[in-house]
């Protein structure tokens, strides 16, 4: 099974970073994704991390230790448009379907 | 990029009544979609896996008589709420794999579509 977890909701500042954590344990590592979902609509591709380390893209950018079970979204720079959900999520062991942690509502305020 | 398209996109009806759900991938042939229900603030539970030409996967809880899904094209996937409730109200999103995907696990979206049922 796959178990993936990570923080409800958080809060920052327009202009701030925030990092999102997120743990997992599947019984098979196909790599991580991390998808951003506004309110009321479909979740859009982020990043995805197969190798430890950390991948930038912009203003974000997501970090990976197979190690550890760990993973992080960072969001730099933010804006009030960063508000949404963001979404950790696993594939399965066979590389099919994906599992989703909760998801992290993130907030900026002004 | 790969467009995955799901009909209606918002749906009321009364309870007791079936509420049909398209999802199309407009570029690409998706042998597997996934349907996914997600209900207010929320993260995406994956509901089934349907497969082009053969039955539909269920997750463990699904009721598989009472969420139809045929998938019969390498385009078109439909679920069929049947005999809807109150308490299936929920926004319900479909996504294909393009093979041409970054990776394996990767998914496209469609829109989404909500339910309510009063």
């Known amino acids: 099974g796959q178990n993936i977890d990570q923080p409800t909701e958080m809060t920052a500042t327009e202009g701030a970073i925030v990092q999102i954590n997120c743990t997992y344990q599947?019984?098979?590592?196909?790599?991580l994704f991390w998808y951003q979902q506004h309110a009321g609509e479909a979740p859009t591709f982020l990043s995805y991390n197969v190798l430890d380390g950390l991948e930038e893209k912009g203003r974000f950018s997501s970090f990976l230790s197979r190690s550890k079970g760990y993973s992080y979204l960072l969001l730099k720079e933010l804006q009030m448009k960063d508000s949404a959900s963001y979404l950790c999520?696993?594939?399965?062991?066979?590389?099919?379907?994906?599992?989703f942690g909760g998801g992290t509502r993130v907030l900026v305020k002004p | 990029g790969a467009v995955v398209s799901q009909h209606p996109s918002r749906v009321i009806c009364k309870s007791g009544t079936s509420v049909k759900i398209e999802c199309r991938s407009l570029d690409f042939q998706a042998t597997t979609m996934f349907w996914y229900r997600q209900f207010p603030k929320q993260s995406l539970m994956l509901m089934a896996t349907s497969n082009e030409g053969s039955k539909a996967t269920y997750e463990q809880g699904v009721e598989k008589d009472k969420f139809l899904i045929n998938h019969a094209s390498l385009t078109l996937s439909t679920l069929t709420v049947t005999s809807a409730h109150p308490e299936d109200s929920s926004f319900y999103i479909c996504s294909a794999r393009d093979p041409s995907g970054i990776a394996t696990g990767e998914l496209f979206f469609g829109e989404g579509s909500r339910l309510t049922v009063l």
């Open positions: 999520a696993c594939p399965g062991a066979a590389g099919n379907k994906l599992t």
């Open positions: 599947t019984s098979g590592f196909n790599g």
